[in-house]
Nanobody, 127 residues
Framework: QVQLVELGGGSVQAGGSLRLSCVASSATSSGDCMAWFRQTPGKEREGVAS????????YYADSVTGRFTISQDNAQNTLYLQMNSLKPEDTAMYYC????????????????????WGQGTQVTVSS
């Protein structure tokens, strides 16, 4: 069983930046895919970005492309999400997720494709 712990959420004004981290309790490998999802009350959890640990190929939702950057540090078993130019509509609970399989370029944003989830960290962007 893998535990994921998200860090780095908080409150920021529109246009500001935040960096989220997700630390895994066991080693990640080149065969893994990790992702960030977000959810607001009453809405489905949506994929924000994912990264394939083997190829380092990244995928982004259209709504965050050009503003968010996902990255990973395999040696530290850590996933990051650098969020710049934040908007009020980015306000959500952010979750990291791990799949013990390669990222699927067509399905990376599908929640059921991930085996492990963190508890989430709140990001609030005020206008």
């Amino acid at each position: 069983q893998v535990q994921l712990v998200e860090l780095g959420g908080g409150s920021v004004q529109a246009g500001g930046s935040l960096r989220l981290s997700c630390v895994a309790s066991s080693a990640t490998s080149s065969g893994d895919c990790m992702a960030w999802f977000r959810q607001t009350p009453g809405k489905e959890r949506e994929g924000v970005a994912s990264i394939d640990f083997g190829s380092s190929i990244t995928y982004y939702a259209d709504s965050v492309t050009g503003r968010f950057t996902i990255s990973q540090d395999n040696a530290q078993n850590t996933l990051y999400l650098q969020m710049n130019s934040l908007k009020p509509e980015d306000t959500a609970m952010y979750y990291c997720a791990l799949s013990r399989d390669y990222c699927d370029s067509n399905l990376w944003y599908v929640r059921s494709g991930y085996d492990y989830w963190g508890q989430g960290t709140q990001v609030t962007v005020s206008s």
